[in-house]
């Protein structure tokens, strides 16, 4: 440990966002000190042990990686592999469960024949086809500018125009995306499939006029300027591990167990760590936790939040989160309903259960009036059919497979620490309800047990997820999502606003999900705050 107390810069948080803006910094030799709070860096992006005794590594929170650019892998030499599923969907009709939609990137003749099959009406391939093709034009325009200084919503929108995508931006950015999904495609299963990416982690309705599914939408299409979903070999904490290496390899302080209880004026940063209290200074401190959780540590009460005195007043920072998380350990894959189509392509991608168009409204109205849906809309993700290596030899050859199961419209609000506990079986029991629906067998019949012969299964809401990685109101993305620009006129007259990561506080940058430009696992927000950084003072000396 670093016997240091004044550093160029200190990283509140070492999720993987933190330890990418340390391995920049620490690379154009700055002297950076990393606070985790936590045993272990790396945030939601680790895997775990999840189940005493049971030797598979889970990716406990984040699963999947599309928004991580080769630009950052490549800058900091990450070694990192990310392997590319063949299947991009299966959905099985909730009317009929021995019909499903399988969306098979290596045959697209399969794929047509699966759209008839659901009853979907003619040509809806072609139009689902289309409109993804539209989308791309604009991901793909748009994509590149994640990690350079800010567009003004005018200049995004002309960048848009040079690529033909148009007709893309009025769809995605100015109108409910819901009016476009509803107009191009015709089948409630179809329109439920794309619907999904507009409500991961987001409580929202399609026609929305604040237009937060839409955010969600986009951010969900752009990674690569494809949305391709790519499953981390060897498990979200290899991302994660990679960027702790080059921050250490580069020179970087990192502290895990270390609390932070204030962040103050000056640059200041008291913590406790190793049985003490300690405080140590820097020109800059950058956020990796949540803007709300940031504000607490520099002792903003919390009734001033929604008086606009957040670290930057954006009312998104204030956004629940919606989901339940499930995992499972499984003896084998489940035999399903529909006898054409095998486990092994069913799991492969991403499995939709109960998530029509009118079945994610109906989800919705009844969550905001209070209850858990019934039945719930649920995703599901099997990474060791992937990536094997997140289990033992031993579970590897005696067939078992993790599933991933993300339960969407579970806001917050359906959670407080008194009904916790209830709350969590009862979602558990939706999840799997909502699941066997689809099975030809019950899925608990098919759970792994560990030593102690506890059935190998985790369930997380949303106070679980605060709890564990402090993500407030457990919102995936530390508060909404903002588009990817600002608006015409905002100012973008300092480097910490032109890169997205400003606070009221010149010193004070966000660095996490919290910034402009933040969620997912993308270590976008690390880069941009190190950028702002790295611009606002001349290059080192050396020689």
Known sequence: MSSNTEFDAIIVGGGHNGLA??????????????????????????????????????????????LLPRQIIEDLGLRITLARRRYSSYTPDPADGSRALLVDNGDEAATAASFAAVGAPDGEFGAFTAFYAACRQLTEALWPTMTAPLLARSDARALAARAGADAAWEAMIEHPIGQTIRRELGSDLVRGVVLTDALIGTFARADDEDLQQNICFLYHLIGGGTGDWDVPVGGMGAVSGELERAARDAGATILTSADVSAVRPGGAVDYRHGGRDHSSSARWVLSNVAPVVLDRLRGRPAADLSAGAAAGPNPNHQREGAQVKVNLLLKRLPELLDGSVGPEAAFGGTFHINETWSQLDAAYSTAAAGSVPSPLPCEIYCHSLTDPTILSPELQAAGAQTLTVFGLHVPDRLVTAENNEDRRAELQAAV????????????????MTDPDGRPCIETKTTLDIERAVGMPRGNIFHGGLDWPFVEDGEPLDTPARRWGVATDDPQILLCGSGARRGGAVSAIGGHNAAMAVLESEPPLRHG
């Open 21 to 66: 803006a340390a391995a920049y910094l620490a690379k154009a030799g700055r002297d950076v000190l990393v606070l985790e709070k936590l045993e272990h860096a790396g945030g939601a992006a680790v895997s775990a042990h999840a189940f005493d005794g049971v030797d598979a590594r889970l990716s406990r929170y984040s699963y999947l990686v599309s």
């Open 432 to 447: 799997l309800a909502s699941l066997n629906s689809v099975l030809a067998e019950p899925v608990e019949d098919l759970l």
